[in-house]
T-cell receptor, first 117, second 111 residues
Framework: AQTVTQSQPEMSVQEAETVTLSCTYD???????LFWYKQPPSRQMILVIR??????QNATENRFSVNFQKAAKSFSLKISDSQLGDTAMYFC??????????????FGKGTHLIIQP | DTGVSQNPRHKITKRGQNVTFRCDPI?????LYWYRQTLGQGPEFLTY????????KSRLLSDRFSAERPKGSFSTLEIQRTEQGDSAMYLC?????????FGSGTRLTVV
């Protein structure tokens, strides 16, 4: 069974600061995909960033970057120059590559990120 | 294409009634997923379709839950004899490969 653990239920930082959200996971698969999703109060889940496990280079998307440590099974999200619009629930998720997507995404419990003005 | 569409956005029903939710995926996406999200939790995978074939349904919560995707396009999720514990957000997602797009969800309240 796959598991995803987010150990920070809530974090609060000042606008323009850098914040890092933690995620650890467990899977027996050698090929898998990791995701960070953002869920604002409007409730639609939005993809922030995606990492393929076989790629050693850490994914980046503008202000968002990940620190992927495959041996440690760690996948943290760094948000630089945080903005008020970044306030949301952030979910880390895992999908096995071998199942062709049939096993869906396994989500963590989420981190509520609050950006203070 | 405007993304994944789910209807209704909200549903209030009395315990024991049947409810049906609809999901219209992105048209090019052949894979469709249903998830349930309860308050304070991450989404929980329920079932998966590739085109019209339901390839995973063992994770449906009970035999009161069923899903269809009759022509490989839109999908429906039905809950029969609803219980208060079924109150949750029901999310639909579609994908082509390993990129998942979610809808806004249907919030179900069972009273």
């Amino acid at each position: 069974a796959q598991t995803v653990t987010q150990s920070q239920p809530e974090m609060s930082v000042q606008e323009a600061e850098t914040v890092t959200l933690s995620c650890t996971y467990d899977t027996s698969e050698s090929n898998y995909y990791l995701f960070w999703y953002k869920q604002p109060p409007s409730r639609q889940m939005i993809l922030v960033i995606r990492q393929e496990a076989y790629k050693q280079q850490n994914a980046t998307e503008n202000r968002f970057s990940v620190n992927f440590q495959k041996a440690a099974k760690s996948f943290s999200l760094k948000i630089s120059d945080s903005q008020l619009g970044d306030t949301a629930m952030y979910f880390c998720a895992l999908n096995s590559g071998s199942g062709g997507g049939a096993d869906g995404l396994t989500f963590g419990k989420g981190t509520h990120l609050i950006i203070q003005p | 294409d405007t993304g994944v569409s789910q209807n209704p956005r909200h549903k209030i029903t009395k315990r024991g009634q049947n409810v049906t939710f609809r999901c219209d995926p992105i048209s090019e996406h052949n894979r469709l997923y249903w998830y349930r999200q309860t308050l304070g939790q991450g989404p929980e995978f329920l079932t998966y379709f590739q085109n019209e074939a339901q390839l995973e349904k063992s994770r449906l919560l009970s035999d009161r839950f069923s899903a269809e995707r009759p022509k490989g396009s839109f999908s429906t999720l039905e809950i029969q004899r609803t219980e208060q514990g079924d109150s949750a957000m029901y999310l639909c997602a579609s994908s082509l490969f390993h990129g998942y797009t979610f809808g806004s969800g249907t919030r179900l309240t069972v009273v």
